[in-house]
C-alpha cells in the first residue's frame, strides 16, 4: 500500500509531538487543510497541534477558526523545537516566500504549489496540478474511507470553493470529486455565512482605493493599493480579474517593508508565476501556480531599479514578458 496518508502516517507516528504549520498568514485553504489533517490524525489515534506564524488577517479565516472551533497556536519565529518533534508544512514550501521556517529537526510537506526542492523532507505529497491543497486532505479520508465530521467536511468545501476561485481557478477532476463528494456532507447553512462574511468593513478603504487606481493597458491591469495586508492584496486582485476584457492582473501594495505583489492571469500565454519572477527579476522571493502568484521585493531591493519609479517599472517589466511571450511563439 503506498498511498499518501500511509506514508504520512508511517512518517510522523514514531514522534512524540507533531506540528502541522501552514503557511504564514493562513488563507481559508491553509486553515481547513490543517484542521482536516489534524482531525484525520485523530481518526488514527494520532495527536497533533496546528501552529502558526505572523497574524490570521482575513476575515473568512477568522470567521473559519471561530465557527469551526479550530485551534491554532501562534508561534514565535524563534521558537525551539526539539529533536524528537515532527513539523508537516501544509499548503506550503520552506522555499517559498510566505512561510517561517521554524528549523525542525523532522519536517515533511503536503502542499499544491509548485515543486520547490526536497529541503531533506520525511515525506512530500505535493501536486501542483490541484486547486486547493484541501482537495489532498479530503483525499486521504475518502481513500482511507473515512467520512469526515460535518466541520471538518465544511472547511473543506469551502476552502476549495475559494482556492479553485468557485471551482473556475482549477483544471483538475480531483478538486470537483472532492467538492461533490464534501458538498453532500457539508452544512451549507455555514457556507452561506462566510460566503456572507468575505469582506470586513475595515477593508472598504482598500477596496474603494484600488478601484480609483486602476490602470487598464490591452488586458493586462495594474492596480496600485497602497499600504495593505497580504490577504487583502488577493482578495483585490481576484476582484479586479472579474472585470470585462481583462486577462492579467498585476496588484501590488507599497509597505514600509518592500512590495508586495499579487499576479492573476486567464491567458495560457501567459504564466502568472513565470510572471511574477519576471517582474522581481532575482531582486526577491515569488512563487505560486500558472493563474495565480504572489511575490516580495524589499525596500533595499526596491532601491536598487535606480531612478526607476516602481509603477513605471513593474508596468514596463509586465508588458515586456507580456510582448515576449506572443513573439515567442
Ligand atoms: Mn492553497
Redesign the pocket.
Known sequence: MNKHYNMIIEAVKRHKKIFIQPHNIP?P??IA?SFGLKSYFATKGIESEIIYVDSIEKTNSKTMVEIFDIDMTLKESTSQFLEEDFIILI?TQLSHSNVTNLKADNMGVID??KFMGTENYSFMDIRPDLG??STIVASYYKESNIEPDTNVATALLYAIMT?TDNLVRSNNIMDLEMFYWLYKISDLDRIKHLRMNEIGLADLKAYTRALQNIEIYDSACFVDIGDCNDSLLGTISDMVFTIENVDIIVSYAKRNDGIKLSIRSGDKNIKANDLVDYIIDNKGAGGGHDEMAGGFISQQEVGLLQNKNFDTYVRYRTIKFIDYNFSGK
Open positions: 488563507d485553504d491553509a487543510s499548503d499544491h504549489h486547493a491543497c482556492d
